[in-house]
């Protein structure tokens, strides 16, 4: 059983140090993490269910304000979600997501109309797959704990 913990937290440590240098994840996340505490052990993950509904939310403001079948884009409302979304994902740690919010935010301001649907389908994709690599790690840790471990801290430099 130990080998199988310590094989858990070596795996949980490799997958949590490739979000970070794959872009996935940044120092707010782990600040996120200090927050979590035996008193609330399931903080973060609730916390990212959050985010993970605004998301959804928002990428369906910003399609129907792109929506070209209503004559005109309302840029105002596409920056609006837009600069939500940068602000939310920030505060998570959602590396790639805020990225591409500061471009797509541009593209509004710019009145870019090409711009604004490719930032919106690169967006979609970003917090799709960034869900999925979170749901891995929450998963992780489960595990972890399930065999008895405990969760690791895990320093990113």
């Known amino acids: 059983m130990d080998a199988l913990i310590t094989q858990l937290q070596r795996q949980f440590r490799d997958y ?3 979000l970070y240098q ?13 927050l979590q505490d035996d008193g609330s052990p399931d903080f973060v993950a609730e916390v990212l269910t959050l985010f993970f509904e605004d998301c959804v939310k928002l990428i369906s403001n910003m399609a129907r304000a792109l929506d070209q079948t209503t004559g005109n884009v309302d840029y105002s409302k596409v920056g609006a979600s837009v600069h ?17 919010c500061v471009s797509f935010k541009d593209y509004c301001d710019t009145q870019n ?7 919106l389908q690169q ?5 799709k797959t960034l869900k999925t690599k979170l ?3 929450f998963n992780l840790e489960k595990q972890i704990i399930q065999a008895g471990g405990r969760v690791p801290q895990v320093d990113i430099n």
Not at 84 to 100: E, P
Not at 113 to 119: D, K, L, P, T, Y
Not at 123 to 127: A, G, M, R, W
């Open 135 to 137: 749901q891995d790690l």
């Open 84 to 100: 939500q979304l940068k602000g939310s994902s920030s505060s998570v740690g959602a590396k790639r997501v805020k990225a591409l």
């Open 123 to 127: 967006v979609d994709i970003e917090y």
């Open 16 to 18: 949590t140090i490739s």
């Open 22 to 34: 794959q872009g996935f994840l940044d120092d707010q996340f782990t600040e996120l993490k200090k």
């Open 113 to 119: 109309f090409e711009g604004c649907v490719r930032c």
